[in-house]
Nanobody, 130 residues
């Protein structure tokens, strides 16, 4: 069993920055591949988990992947000593507004697909005003 708890969401103006954190408990964090996904407000009300957009992921070996929409603006990192995953978001745009979810999987290598991840946090909301 893996438990994930996100924090760090909030409201910012376009161009601002936020850093999300995800604390992982329940298993050896360093063996997990991790990811950040997001779901826009309208999909939150009606969409299943598969509708979550993959933002970025980091394999258990440290290899990172980014969606084209966030490359150069977002950075994923992991601190295995603290069992924590981070998402640094810079130059935020209104279209980045969503609920952001931390996800984990035992797979060694992942793609940005929600179906590949079996463990999810409850989400943290990010609002970006123009």
């Amino acid at each position: 069993q893996v438990d994930l708890v996100e924090s760090g969401g909030g409201s910012v103006q376009a161009g601002g920055s936020l850093r999300l954190s995800c604390v992982v408990s329940g298993d050896i964090y360093s063996t997990l591949s991790m990811g950040w996904f997001r779901q826009a407000p309208r999909l939150e009300r009606e969409g299943p988990k598969k509708e979550r957009e993959g933002v970025t992921a980091v394999d258990s070996d440290g290899t990172t992947k980014y969606a084209d929409s966030v490359k150069g603006r977002f950075t994923i990192s992991r601190d295995n000593a603290k069992n924590t995953l981070y998402l640094q978001m810079n130059s935020l745009k209104p279209e980045d507004a969503a609920t952001y979810y931390c996800a984990a999987t035992y797979a060694k290598h992942v793609v940005l697909a929600a179906a590949d991840f079996g463990y999810w946090g409850q989400g943290t909301q990010v609002t970006v005003s123009s």
